[in-house]
């Protein structure tokens, strides 16, 4: 998948990888390749992308054909 991971004053992380983990409204969820389209509020939490952790106060994730695009606050 492709993913792109925003903050208001850097791109945290673009690439590709095979699974994403996000803390969201209603529970932490993985996105897999060829993900159903959603869209969600993320919660204070951790987004693990591959081995690779990054903090977040809040934020949003839209997955559209195997696009992933995430736009947190960082966490301070």
Do not use: C, W
């Amino acid at each position: 998948m492709d993913i792109a991971l925003l903050s208001p004053k850097a791109v945290l992380f673009e690439g590709k990888a095979e699974s994403v983990i996000v803390p969201g409204e209603e529970g932490v969820f993985e996105v897999l390749p060829f993900h159903k389209r959603i869209m969600s509020r993320l919660i204070y939490g951790t987004i693990f992308i591959e081995e690779k952790s990054y903090l977040i106060e809040r934020g949003i994730i839209m997955v559209d054909q195997n696009k992933v695009t995430i736009i947190a606050e960082e966490r301070a």
